[in-house]
């Protein structure tokens, strides 16, 4: 049976998501009211504005029964905005910024700097193959090409929570050297969530695996 992935449609780069997700092999649905909810088997928030997508949830009234279904266990894949909107806690956020929750990160929303500051870079991440002919990156991941865009960063992580992938230690082009190091990608049981854009680079490979997740 092909799995539904609902990609919540309220704000963010919705298309650029239904098409990693369709060429991963996912049946796509935008989601707009909770009945569309309820009839996903997974759901991607996407990267947009994080503090608008949260005042749309409610009102839309999609707020509270998100929060119900990752409580079920859900699977939901947050890429910026959406990892911003996932984290049980922010820094940086404005005074009256809530999240939905669920995963146990601490995130710095803005972390890498205003829109000019935007850059892209090759990252090792774990749980994914390398492409055909492509290059492994550390412990034999694979390597994603990501790109960030006024993107958080996460400063701590749970007990629970296993970190994907990394800046690397080492000063590259373009890259802030405060950036080295940090984590950009955790998963948490069902939720996955990077800082930067897979959406945008036409790499399916991690949408991919948020639909192995969602299969369960």
């Given at each position: ?8 449609a309220l704000q963010g780069d919705v298309r650029e998501h239904r098409a990693a997700l369709e060429a ?71 005074a009256d910024q809530r999240t939905i929750g669920g995963l146990d990160v601490t995130v710095r929303r ?28 550390a412990e034999g991941a694979g390597t994603v090409h990501a790109v960030f865009i006024r993107a958080p ?64």
């Amino acid at each position: 049976m092909t799995t539904t992935i609902g990609v919540l449609a309220l704000q963010g780069d919705v298309r650029e998501h239904r098409a990693a997700l369709e060429a991963a092999g996912a049946r796509t649905v935008g989601v707009r009211r909770p009945e569309e909810l309820a009839a996903v088997d997974g759901l991607v928030l996407p990267g947009g504005e994080s503090t608008t997508i949260e005042k749309l949830l409610r009102i839309f009234e999609l707020d509270e029964p998100l929060r119900a279904r990752i409580a079920e266990g859900l699977p939901v894949y947050g890429s910026c905005a959406g990892m911003i909107l996932l984290a049980d806690r922010i820094l940086g956020g404005t005074a009256d910024q809530r999240t939905i929750g669920g995963l146990d990160v601490t995130v710095r929303r803005n972390a890498f700097g205003r829109q000019v500051d935007s850059f892209e870079t090759d990252l090792a991440f774990a749980g994914i193959a390398p492409q055909d002919g492509g290059r492994a990156g550390a412990e034999g991941a694979g390597t994603v090409h990501a790109v960030f865009i006024r993107a958080p960063w996460v400063e701590e992580v749970g007990p629970g929570v296993d970190v994907l992938a990394r800046i690397p230690d080492h000063e590259a082009p373009g890259i802030p050297a405060a950036a080295a190091g940090r984590i950009v990608a955790v998963q948490q049981g069902s939720l996955l969530a990077t800082s930067f854009h897979p959406e945008i680079s036409g790499d399916a490979r991690v949408h991919e695996l948020f639909v192995r997740i969602s299969k369960g």
